[in-house]
């Protein structure tokens, strides 16, 4: 059985935690690992199961590797996705690059950012799934459903299969509460959970019947892919002509050997800061808290203090979360529409739509401590080993002062090594590297100056991660 991972979410309604370019996959929401390294530790113990396969937005692309080696299940392989077309086009660059390698063993789709309590309930959901999909069936798992919940879509079963398997009738978008409390009270409606099981081939054909246009952007796509490392990109152009659709509609409710089989084991997609919550362990009076924070006379709130210490006073059904640049406070019946605050913000081509003040690169991460019209403050953490590009700037001057550890510094012609406390000046338009060849963390502040400071003003040479 084969772990293909679906990592394509940008999480905008768990902002400012969760941004598009470190969206709620690779956060450590529940636990003390991100979520997307529980996605494949909770399948520990599952017998015959293959290194997973990843399909991922090409930003993501580090961190989905260093993540996942991070909890040891390092990826058989990384799909990237140059642009977003939903969950069919995803599936099936994962299916056609497994029958290219003369595998057709039985594919468990499974989105990065789920919570599931009962892991042995899965594995046994995932058994009974299995001899289904081995049978030639396309398997999806609606989870039981607990309440009249208008923030999930639905699937309708038909006739009973075999035991704990059903036939599928329907695939329905998210209900208002009325038809969501019918949906409850007939017992013939499931959660969608997202989880599929099948093998490559059957999904192959399945979409060459229904969608064959989306079919053969697919296969161009993959047939001019660039592999990279433990990458596979495939061809933008190809990719971006392919049509958009999710397997639900392109493929599951058209097809007739669709069944589902039900999933009772504590299942939650984590959609909201109000879901979040539900999850989260609490207090006497309901509170869920992390960080530095002090409750007075408050209940059942969510509050997240990353930086500063959060006090609460006389306030109920409250989110409340702190980030280094963002402090975000609703009511919990509102969370849906903290959507609007990242539309916003991506109207007014705000940083913090897209990024945190920290932002992780393949080599380490960047702090922007301050800055200014003219000028910029970063605290630089170096991986050992890693380096940074070859590169150059149009617009701006930096200053590099070691803080601790040893960096291997290319400054135009010349080659140095510094130190704790020593610096070097890179003038405009100058040809220079960052390098850690020591074996702790380099650490160091950088103070860029210039007329723009956007960075998008690098120029690179050459770079180790293939970055353009």
Sequence with gaps: MIPVVLSGGSGTRLWPYSRSQYPKQFLPLTSDMTMVQETVSRLDGIEELARPWVICNENHRFMVAEQLRACGHTPAGIILEPVGRNTAPAIALAAL?????????VMLILPADHVIEHEQV???AIAIAAQQAEAGKLVTFGVVPTAPETGYGYIKRSDSVTENVFGVQQFVEKPDAEVAQRYLDSGEYYWNSGMFMFKPTRYIEELEKFNPEMLAACKASLDNANIDLDFTRVNKESFEACPEDSIDYAVMEKTDSAVVVPLDAGWSDVGSWSALWDVSEKDEHGNTSKGD??????RNCYIQADKKLIATVG?????????DDSLMVASKDKVQEVKSIVKSLKSQSRSEAKVHRKVYRPWGYYDSIDFGERFQVKRIVVRPGAELSLQM??????HWIVVSGTAAVVNGDDEILLTENQSTYIPIGQRHQLKNPGSIPLELIEVQSGSYLGEDDIVRFKDMYGRV
């Excluded at 690059?97 to 063993?105: C, F, P, V």
């Excluded at 924070?293 to 408050?298: A, F, K, R």
């Excluded at 109920?316 to 980030?323: A, F, L, S």
């Design 97 to 105: 690059a497994l029958i290219a390698k003369g595998d057709d063993s």
């Design 122 to 124: 899965f594995h046994q």
């Design 293 to 298: 924070v002090l409750i007075h006379d408050s």
């Design 315 to 323: 306030v109920d059904d409250m989110v409340i979360v702190d980030t």
């Design 393 to 398: 700037h149009h617009h701006r001057a930096e």
